[in-house]
């Protein structure tokens, strides 16, 4: 059984830095490109960063510069660090693995989620 964990999320005051971490378990997706979105209130899932498994990188233009999404192919897991965080920033974060190697920006492009985890930034 596929299964993806999130874990990082919390309070945190502008400016600040977190870090989510996702781990994946129940098959490998090392070839498979993995990914971050977030859901504010009363608004649709965005992309927010994806990492193929060779190193190829894609940034939504609202955090670029300011996230960073890494991947540990042998653990199976993905992470997002989050600097210089903004109260927009604030939503639920989840994890994704895409069915493909490329990188999509869709979420109809990812076949499995984690359930999430609240990230909140206060001003």
């Known amino acids: 059984q596929v299964q993806l964990v999130e874990s990082g999320g919390g309070s945190v005051q502008a400016g600040g830095s977190r870090r989510l971490s996702c781990a994946a378990s129940?098959?490998?997706?090392?070839?498979?490109?993995m990914g971050w979105f977030r859901q504010a209130p009363g608004k649709e899932r965005e992309f927010v960063a994806a990492r193929t498994w060779i190193g190829t990188t894609y940034y939504a233009d609202s955090v670029k510069g300011r996230f960073t999404i890494s991947r540990d192919n042998a653990k199976n897991t993905v992470y997002l660090q989050m600097d210089s965080l903004r109260p927009e920033d604030t939503a639920v974060y989840y994890c994704?693995?895409?069915?493909?190697?490329?990188?999509?920006?869709?979420?109809?492009?990812?076949?499995?989620w984690g359930q999430g985890t609240q990230v909140t930034v206060s001003s």
């Open positions: 129940g098959r490998s997706f090392s070839r498979l490109a």
């Open positions: 994704a693995v895409s069915r493909t190697a490329g990188v999509g920006i869709g979420p109809d492009e990812y076949d499995y």
